[in-house]
DNA sequence: GTCTATACAGTGATAGAC
DNA sequence: GTCTATCACTGTATAGAC
């Protein structure tokens, strides 16, 4: 039924960001996954820290391809709005977490702290990077691209707090503007 | 040596903060609070939950006397750049975690969702009525209001996962300029 | 009030049958 | 590859001595 561990990754993913790190038994991983321990294991002999490492992993590829590099490469007045879009899909309008965000303010984050610090940091740099090419300067652009980053993560905090998407959707139209404007 | 349970809320908090409420194991706890499990059944009888429990009450609890009760009652123009200190010296410039929002992150969120809610829904509206008495229109003051909250915790979260406190205070800085503009 | 001892369910992880 | 059985250990919680 699963034919490689790439398969598993999602649900995965899923379970770490419902329950966090110490909450995600391998019990629960097994239900949602549909796999025995033996299965997991042989998928990743390193337990549940090679799952989480491997869903970080995954994470930062999908944002790479999705967003970071879009933000590089393409024309800033295209790339910032389908960063927008492309957050408000993947975040499901501020009811899924964000799993590094998560990680970053417990204990695990010393465990994970590269893989952690560079997502954030590839993100600030790519959205920096599209901005100046934009037209900011330098210090204005790494500026708001640091704001903007820290704007989305506090987004999803407080959605999930209040339990009103509406507030998300309110928080990202400000960080459109803003990064759009001027 | 422990007289009450307000004595060992502080060492309490510290634990959940620092592990998250799966990660605050009682062994743990019996360690920083210097107390048996015993002990610390005699003061807390519902066990875990109603430390975290305790805990976030007394976190609400000081905000409100700090930031909220400021906020509402003096003069926005020194209220405001008041809660930015006390916010900077209450997270150690984000070295230190917010629990409330650490908490609304992970499915412990569903087992103390008003408290969550309160917290954040108190701090947003002490905010918006301190900057609507300070003259701006009642939209603008709950836009300002839910954008500076969010802030905070977006940018607690990349101070930690950068584990760069310039970052948070980059932030603050920010914040305060943007709510005292106009 | 604080401790030690203990119950017992659940944890991550391993071994081995198929 | 996937399962079941099992391991040693830690989890929360309770009982009872002092």
């Known amino acids: 039924m699963v034919a490689e561990r790439a398969d598993v990754l999602p ?10 790190y110490e909450g995600a038994s391998l019990a629960l991983i097994g239900q949602r996954t549909g796999l025995g321990k033996g299965s997991l294991y042989h998928f990743f002999p390193g337990g549940k820290e090679e799952m989480a490492a491997a869903v970080l992993a995954e994470i930062d590829a999908w944002f790479e391809q999705h967003i970071f590099r879009p933000l590089r490469e393409e024309d800033p007045r295209r790339a910032v709005p389908e960063m927008i879009r492309a957050v408000h899909g993947y975040f499901r309008s501020g009811q ?14 010393d465990r994970f702290a590269d893989a952690i610090r560079s997502y954030f940091a ?3 740099d790519a959205l920096a990077q599209g901005l100046e090419r934009g037209g900011l300067a330098e210090v ?8 903007a980053v820290a704007a989305i ?10 339990d009103d998407p509406g ?13 759009m404007s001027g």
């Open 153 to 162: 993560q506090g987004a999803l905090v407080l959605a999930r707090a209040l």
């Open 96 to 109: 899924r977490v964000c799993l590094v965000g998560a990680f970053a303010l417990v204990d695990v984050r």
């Open 122 to 124: 590839a993100w600030t």
């Open 167 to 179: 507030s998300f959707h309110r928080a990202m139209a400000r960080i459109e503007a803003r990064l």
């Open 140 to 147: 204005e652009a790494r500026d708001r691209a640091e704001e």
């Open 11 to 20: 649900a995965l993913a899923e379970v770490f960001r419902e329950h966090g």
